[in-house]
């Protein structure tokens, strides 16, 4: 299949939206463009298509690791829910697909808040578009290396509640910050939010397929795989709930038949 072939850029007519935003560069591959088009998704330009075929080409289940992930994602926000916590700061959401934060968490809970953050304008223009009629649900432009321009935005502040537990998601996002990057990142978060908060988090695992996918993965941020003891790391003191940190599709599966990944792990834990 040619990487042009039935895909097109985001029809912002059949989203009610006026115009994309100026700032859309289609020039450099975004991960969540990338993301979208392994999962069949239409809202990506050919440099997104062209990296994620390379991706393919080397990691040929790319996509049954993408469906794990967002199989993953919607356990652990059932989870959450099941569990008391109605306020989530998804980080790195990424472009609107099946199953979304606010969708599983208000099927357990209606009066959950969601506050959705990722830093591509792509990203915004669908979910604003999307939701525009959920109060209970809001997206900001802000990227996760910057914490404050997110933790002191003010709908942010508006919308959650930081005395209260929060469900913390990095899910399928920090394996594209750097090591340089994520020194004492992870920790500007937790130490904002109250004991029972939850994080919520999926990483790729350092092996010789995401070691070639690396070296294919040419975007706006780096493809960075890590070892079992480096992700394990990222949850600090936090305290890891059963089943510890497993493959994704391992993480508390509900029978549904979903996708195996062997490439990503994850794993939630609550805030002592």
């Known amino acids: 299949m040619g990487i042009d072939k039935g895909f097109r850029p985001v029809d912002v007519d059949a989203l009610g939206v006026r115009q994309l935003p100026g700032d859309v560069d289609t020039t450099v591959a ?3 463009r990338v993301y979208d088009y392994v999962l069949g998704g239409k809202d990506n330009w050919p440099v997104d298509r062209e990296v994620a075929e390379r991706v393919l080409s080397v990691l040929p289940n790319a996509r049954d690791e993408a469906l794990a992930n ?8 059932r ?28 099927a357990v809970e209606p009066a959950a808040r969601i506050v959705y ?8 223009t669908h979910a604003r578009a999307l939701l525009v009629n959920d109060d209970l649900t809001y997206v900001i ?12 935005h003010p709908e942010t502040r508006r919308r959650l509640d930081f005395t209260r537990p929060i469900a913390l998601m990095f899910v399928g996002l920090l394996y594209f910050v ?23 988090l999926s990483h790729a695992i350092d092996s010789p397929e995401t070691r070639a996918t ?45 996708p195996r990944a062997a490439q990503l792990v994850g794993g939630v834990a609550v805030k002592p």
Do not use: C
Request: proline fraction near 9%.
């Open 30 to 32: 975004h991960p969540a």
């Open 70 to 77: 967002r199989a993953f994602l919607r356990r652990t926000v």
């Open 79 to 106: 989870y959450a829910a099941e569990r008391g916590v109605t306020q989530f700061l998804d980080i790195g959401t990424g472009i609107p697909t099946v199953g979304p934060t606010h969708e599983t968490a208000h």
């Open 117 to 124: 953050v990722d830093n591509d304008p792509i990203v915004l």
């Open 141 to 152: 432009q802000a990227d996760v290396r910057r914490p404050r321009s997110l933790l002191d």
């Open 178 to 200: 750097t090591d340089d990057e994520l020194d004492g990142l992870i920790e500007q978060y937790t130490r904002e939010l109250a004991p029972g908060s939850l994080m919520l």
């Open 214 to 258: 690396q070296a294919v993965y040419k975007a706006t941020a780096p493809l960075i795989p890590r070892g079992l003891g480096q992700i394990a790391d990222l949850f600090g003191d936090w305290e890891l709930v059963e089943p510890g940190l497993v493959p994704v599709h391992d993480w508390r599966p509900d029978g549904e038949d979903d």
